[in-house]
């Protein structure tokens, strides 16, 4: 017996056309691989539709445009109350954000907001917590959504808690 909705299974409808092919119900990778204690959950679960995130605190440093997937390396690039350009997860070495990230839920479109926080040290490590944004490019078409673990109860944000040593080569 699943414990998790049948719906989160199935994209017949398109519902979760939101997400990049492989991660979406009947794709490729359509559960968390990479999360061991969720290896069983599909990703369509933990996803939401990205609407907006602000940065509260810090400055990431590292910028993402929403509508090319352009990167930009340095201060917010935003100018006025544009909002072109978002934050990336991690962000370089020696900067923090604190970012408040809105998100929409597919099925029963209520909105959401939640607090991402993350610290690149000096030395490469890093940390975050919170829900967050993943951009991917999908033949050339930016997807943006949020990962968020909301709809586990009492732990909620805690499991997209993560660590990383960016100092060392992604291989």
Not at 121 to 128: I, L, P, Q, T
Not at 141 to 159: A, E, Q, W
Not at 161 to 168: H, P, R
């Amino acid at each position: 017996m699943r414990l998790i909705d049948q719906r989160y299974y199935d994209n017949s409808d398109g519902m979760f056309d939101f997400m990049p092919v492989e991660h979406r119900p009947g794709g490729r990778d359509p559960n968390h691989s990479d999360w061991k204690i969720l290896k069983n959950t599909p990703r369509a679960f933990t996803s939401f539709h990205f609407l907006n995130a602000w940065i509260l605190e810090g400055d990431p440093y590292n910028w993402v445009n929403r509508y090319t997937l352009a990167q930009h390396k340095g201060p917010n690039p935003n100018i006025g109350d544009s909002k072109e350009f978002v934050p990336k997860p991690y962000g370089l070495r020696g900067t923090f954000q604190k970012t408040v990230i809105y998100m929409k839920d597919p099925i029963t479109n209520n909105v959401y907001s939640g607090i991402y926080r993350c610290r690149v040290h000096k030395n490469g490590f890093a940390w975050r917590v919170g829900p967050r944004i993943s951009d991917d490019d999908v033949g050339g078409v930016p997807k943006f959504y949020v990962t968020s673990t909301r709809r586990i109860p009492i732990i909620g944000g805690i499991l997209t808690a993560g660590i990383k040593d960016l100092s060392k080569p992604v291989i």
